[in-house]
């Protein structure tokens, strides 16, 4: 179930995230301070959307809030790099799952215009909770660059050279033994036009305590 809601207090808080780039732009805001906020009323707006879509009595019980970027090889070194947003918000009823596509100098406005989709789960409808694990293929690239770049220049590389073949093979051992890991919800029957339900970042504790909650909803089903 995908779409856009328009409410007042939807309009309210996307004029108060243009308020804090307005504020920044001008020197009232440090980056850290402007982050920080930035990072709360996105979440702010986010919980919004969600909540015109809960029914009467429907309450939010846990949250889980990423983003992640991707690295992209052909991608021009003067375009700003995007980030993906995903908020999980579980409430007594089921599970929500807002995505946005995130440029830092553009202010998210939880629409269209960032590409924000909400999906939604019912507890009866999930089957199980897997664990899957991929290696950190573009950590394993970079470490082999560093280490094959200071073996090849290792005459004009004195002391570093060494350094940096010791820092590359830690990068591709680091990639290979403790890949990234994530849960991914998956319900009884494929949903057309959805992308699996993942639960990134496992090491948060918010992460953690949604796992355990979808754990316990499960069991009693």
């Known amino acids: ?32 301070k402007f982050q920080s906020r930035l990072a709360d009323k996105t979440v702010e707006l986010y919980r919004t959307i969600v909540m015109g879509r809960m029914a009467e009595g429907e309450t939010i019980q846990m949250e889980h809030h990423t983003i992640l970027s991707h690295l992209k090889l052909t991608q021009s070194i003067l375009r ?27 202010p998210p406005t939880g629409d269209h215009r960032d590409k924000t989709v909400v999906d939604e789960l019912s507890y009866k409808r999930i089957a199980s909770l897997k664990v899957r694990r991929q ?46 890991r994530w849960v991914e919800v998956v319900p009884e029957n494929p949903i057309p036009d959805m992308d699996p339900m993942n639960i990134h970042v496992l090491r948060k504790k918010s992460a953690r305590a949604l796992v355990q909650f979808l754990q316990q909803k499960l069991s009693r089903s």
Do not use: C
């Open 80 to 106: 700003e790099p995007e980030q993906f947003a995903t908020s999980l918000f579980a409430t007594d009823r089921r599970l929500f799952r807002v995505r946005a596509t995130l440029i830092l100098s553009i």
């Open 1 to 32: 179930m995908t779409g856009e809601i328009m409410t007042t207090d939807l309009g309210a808080l996307r004029k108060e995230i243009i308020n804090l780039y307005d504020k920044r732009k001008i020197g009232d805001l440090t980056e850290r």
């Open 135 to 180: 290696v950190r293929w573009g950590e394993a690239y970079v470490g082999a660059a560093f280490a094959g770049g200071a073996a090849i220049f290792s005459p004009w590389l004195d002391m570093t050279g060494p350094v940096l073949i010791g820092i590359g093979s830690l990068g591709i051992i680091h990639a290979f033994l403790l890949p990234t």
